[in-house]
Structures are given as structure tokens and as C-alpha cells.
């Protein structure tokens, strides 16, 4: 059974910083692409960060560009976001998320977290 597991979300004041871990279980973590998507109250979940299975090749939203980092160790089956700079307007619900495909589209992906919830104040 694939679990993802998402931690280190809270509050936080813009401009701070914060960092999501997502801890895999059930699969091989080199075996996927994974990814960090967001969903905010009212919208529609979007991508914010993706790595590579292997090679560790990352893309990021143009909003989140410059400010957050995703990275993975594939040996201790985990995923990381650090986030900084943070603005209100990255106040979501975050997932870690699995897929065959290194892709910035959220239907593309297979496996997903239960979030964990980020709340940026001003």
C-alpha cells in the first residue's frame, strides 16, 4: 500500500520560511517522479514543484520560482519543499504527490499525500 505522508506545515509570517517533508512508503521512491501541489479555500489544486526520479531534474510554477526548492533523498524515501519568502498568497493546503510522468499537471499524477496545511500571515 503506497502511503504518502506530509509534515511541517503551520503558520508562518510573510517573508519567513518553511519546510514541508513527505515521507514514502510502499513503493520505490526512484521508481517516480513526485511532486508538491497546493490547493487554496475556493481553488483549484495547482502544481507547484516537481524533481525528477533519478537525476534529480526540478521545475517550478513561475509563482513559486526563485523562492521554494524541491529535493528528494531516494534512499531515506523522502521529498522536501523548503519555502521561502513566503507571501499570503501561498496560504493552501500542500500535497506531496507520485507519478510516472515528470509533469507539471496534476491529473497526471498516480499517488498523493493528505496534505498538510500552510498558513501564511501578513
Known amino acids: 500500500q503506497v502511503q504518502l505522508v506530509e509534515s511541517g506545515g503551520g503558520l508562518a509570517q510573510a517573508g519567513g520560511s518553511l519546510r514541508l517533508s513527505c515521507a514514502a512508503s510502499g513503493l520505490i521512491l526512484s521508481s517516480y517522479h513526485m511532486g508538491w501541489l497546493r490547493q487554496a479555500p475556493g481553488k483549484e489544486r495547482e502544481f507547484v514543484a516537481a524533481?525528477?526520479?533519478?537525476?534529480?531534474?526540478?521545475m517550478y510554477a513561475d509563482s513559486v520560482k526563485g523562492r521554494f526548492t524541491i529535493s528528494r533523498d531516494n534512499a531515506k524515501n523522502m521529498v522536501y519543499l523548503e519555502m521561502g519568502s513566503l507571501k499570503p498568497e501561498d496560504t493552501a493546503v500542500y500535497y506531496c504527490?507520485?507519478?510516472?510522468?515528470?509533469?507539471?499537471?496534476?491529473?497526471?499524477?498516480?499517488?498523493w499525500g493528505q496534505g498538510t496545511q500552510v498558513t501564511v500571515s501578513s
Open positions: 524533481i525528477s526520479r533519478i537525476y534529480a531534474n526540478t
Open positions: 504527490a507520485a507519478s510516472s510522468q515528470f509533469t507539471g499537471i496534476s491529473r497526471n499524477y498516480n499517488y
